[in-house]
């Protein structure tokens, strides 16, 4: 059985306990620059189990407690207690079984963020099998791919549609023997099927497991080439949730009388998402599943669930500040907002001075001015988040320091992260009580974060992966030097040893004067323009910088109304002259942030979005820089010409 952490579960024994030690990094200088930064681990390596023995190691302990929340049709949510958990769990893997999955073997899971996901994790594992997600947005050549390369010999998807669709490619798959439909009621199926099996069988399996098992074959995105699978270990998990758990206490340490719970709405099939739902069953965290991204769906599920944590990528905390201006606007309450929005802001950046030691904390008058805005504003966007949110772990690029400080004054703390799925999610995290706005944070507990000469990030620790999977090779390819993993970003450390990003190594772009431009930083101030939805900077071995831009259809309709305008579609706004004029003044804000040559002199508003459905985004919403290229080379063409 893995090695137990205590039960975390709201109770009395937390109300008003004293936050844990901060730890601060150790840090390495070369020639006057912070070029390494080290946290030691805050929780001890687990020497023996597996992911699998989590759900019975919950019910011996807590059988009562309740640790996750499942959806009905109705839209109801349902307790789920440790007990219950581990029974079910025990259930299908016992199907699995009984259906003749052996040790090691690979069952790829294509569905949407339910809570038939977490279940099958566990009953794989449990099983002593290897999971291998796959986006049930993934086109069939990539899922192809994936299960040809993975070798699975099982599949769930979440729907018909997608086994159909798979269909004709079966014969190139020869490994494949199961093809299960969640829809169709196969996991109860499996359930059902298990039930004459002992349950000594599933306890073999699990104690033939250990921390370097391979729990998961996690495909990378791609945004260049062919997607890898990227080997991580029961034990890079447990390095990495265990770690997680203590440093981020206000998320999955009740501190008080009130429950602590987690909506999970991110895609299960990237690493961030599970990561945290495993450290969620770690900790005894209630953790329920969102499966639908529409925005009346997600609203239903955050007001049905109201949890107090939300996973999220900056886009969606845009898009949720823009949303919340809008309807100010068209309440004709704009200059309250701004002004609340203003007011939260400076009351985010003087509480991180004072916990710098910077600064003595907010005035009495900003105070006061927070706590008028807390119900007119700021209570309204934690109400559209389910009412009870007071953090939220935000990843996949920046969010920025002037939403951050926002939503921190808005009385939502982010914790901002970095890492990639070859870290098993997070390789540095904001640290709480001493958070860095703009900033990535310190390095996760255990995990050592080093600048090298070119200024790209490499990372060292336990989460790190075992390497990438090639069949072709004999199994698992080293994918780092020395301990050492090259993650292609750039960034720098802080004299404390905050880590910033600079840009991506792959997508630096050197104009034909020889500057070398970091594209994301202005993507990124660009994004975040409620007038704009996506943003690619392009001008290699170009005379200067240009950029496409994507126009964000809800904003721009909200602004036409404002302006006494019908929506019209994107293809007749391309050269509206009034909203060029708008996006160059955005242009030239962003443009602060850089040098005259590195600057954005030109740009083209596209008549279409950047869609993963076109390959123009990762299902994480990264750029494929060169689909887009290929796509609008016209477009990027029209940027140069005199």
Same mark, same amino acid.
């Given at each position: 059985m893995s090695t137990p952490l205590p039960s975390f579960a709201a109770s009395a024994a937390f109300d008003d306990a004293p936050a844990p030690a901060l730890v601060e990094p150790?840090?390495?200088?070369? $020639?006057?620059?912070?070029?390494?930064?080290?946290?030691? &681990?805050?929780? &001890? %390596?687990?020497?023996?189990g597996s992911l699998g023995d989590l759900p019975f190691d919950n019910a011996a302990a807590v059988p009562d407690t309740v640790v996750l929340s499942r959806k009905a049709e109705d839209g109801s949510w349902a307790d789920v207690t440790a007990a219950e958990f581990a029974a079910q769990v025990l259930a299908v893997a016992k199907g699995l079984i009984a259906e003749g999955l052996m040790p090691g $073997?690979? /069952?790829?899971? #294509?569905?949407?963020?339910?809570y038939e996901w977490t279940l099958l994790d566990f009953a794989a594992w449990a099983a002593g099998l290897v999971t291998v997600p796959v986006y049930p947005t993934s086109s069939v050549y990539q899922t192809r791919w994936i299960l040809q390369d993975s070798g699975a010999v099982a599949l769930v998807t979440e729907e018909s549609a997608q086994a159909a669709a798979l269909g004709p490619e079966l014969e190139h798959i020869p490994d494949l023997q199961h093809l299960w439909i969640m829809e169709k009621g196969h996991v109860d199926r499996l359930a059902e099927i298990g039930a004459p099996l002992s349950d000594q069988e599933v306890e073999v399996r699990r104690g033939m497991l250990g921390p370097s098992t391979l729990a998961t074959l996690v495909y990378t995105s791609g945004t260049t080439g062919r997607p890898k699978g990227c080997v991580l270990s029961h034990g890079n998990f447990f390095a990495e949730v265990d770690n997680a758990i203590e440093l981020l206490y206000p998320i999955f340490k009740s501190r008080s009388s009130e429950e602590v719970s987690v909506l999970l709405f991110l895609p299960m099939s990237h690493v961030f998402g599970r990561m945290v739902a495993v450290a969620c069953v770690r900790a005894r965290v209630r953790l329920g599943h969102a499966p639908s991204l529409l925005a009346e769906d997600l609203l239903a599920d955050l007001a049905g669930f109201r949890p107090t944590c939300l996973l999220a990528i900056p886009y969606m905390l845009e898009k949720v500040f823009n949303a919340a201006r809008a309807k100010a606007e068209a309440g004709g309450r704009l200059s309250s907002f701004d002004r609340a929005a203003s007011v939260a802001g400076r009351y985010g950046e003087a509480v991180e001075a004072k916990q710098h030691g910077t600064g003595p904390g907010p005035s009495r008058a900003l105070s006061l001015a927070r706590t008028f805005y807390d119900p007119l504003v700021y209570r309204r966007i934690r109400n559209a988040m389910g009412g009870?949110?007071?953090?939220?772990?935000?990843?996949?690029? %920046?969010?920025?320091?002037? @939403?951050?400080?926002?939503?921190?004054?808005?009385?939502? =703390? /982010?914790?901002?992260g970095y890492g990639l799925t070859e870290t098993t999610a997070a390789a540095t995290v904001t640290p709480p009580l001493k958070p860095r706005l703009g900033t990535v944070g310190w390095p996760l507990p255990g995990t050592r974060v080093r600048i090298a000469a070119d200024g790209e990030i490499l990372i060292a620790g336990e989460q790190v992966l075992r390497g990438y999977w090639d069949p072709a090779a004999g199994g698992v390819v080293p994918a780092a030097t020395d301990g050492w993993l090259a993650t292609g970003d750039l960034g720098e450390l802080d004299d404390e040893g905050y880590l910033t990003i600079t840009g991506r !190594? !792959? =997508?630096?772009?050197?104009?034909?004067?020889? !500057?070398?431009?970091? &594209?994301?930083?202005?993507?990124?101030?660009?994004?975040?323009?409620? @007038?704009?939805?996506?943003? #690619?900077?392009?001008? +290699?071995?170009? %005379?200067?910088?240009?950029? @496409?831009?994507? @126009? +964000?259809?809800?904003?721009?309709?909200?602004?036409?109304? #404002?302006?006494?305008?019908? &929506?019209?579609?994107?293809?007749?706004?391309?050269?509206d002259p009034e909203l060029r004029t708008l996006l160059q003044r955005a242009v030239d804000e962003a443009n602060k942030l850089v040098s005259r040559p590195e600057s954005i002199r030109r740009f083209a508003i596209l008549p279409t979005e950047f869609t993963e459905t076109a390959g123009h985004l990762t299902p994480s919403m990264k750029l494929r820089r060169e689909a887009v290229m290929r796509d609008f080379a016209t477009e990027v063409e029209g940027l140069y010409e005199r």
């Open positions: 150790e840090t390495r200088r070369l $020639d006057g620059v912070v070029r390494e930064a080290y946290v030691p &681990p805050f929780a &001890p %390596p687990v020497s023996h $073997d690979r /069952i790829a899971v #294509m569905a949407r963020t339910t009870r949110v007071r953090h939220a772990i935000c990843g996949g690029s %920046p969010l920025g320091r002037r @939403l951050a400080a926002f939503y921190a004054g808005a009385g939502i =703390e /982010i914790y901002e !190594k !792959k =997508e630096m772009l050197i104009t034909a004067g020889g !500057k070398s431009v970091a &594209p994301a930083p202005l993507e990124n101030w660009l994004r975040a323009h409620p @007038l704009i939805s996506q943003v #690619m900077v392009v001008g +290699d071995r170009r %005379p200067y910088i240009a950029a @496409l831009i994507t @126009l +964000d259809m809800n904003g721009v309709t909200h602004w036409r109304r #404002m302006n006494g305008r019908h &929506p019209v579609p994107a293809e007749l706004l391309v050269d």
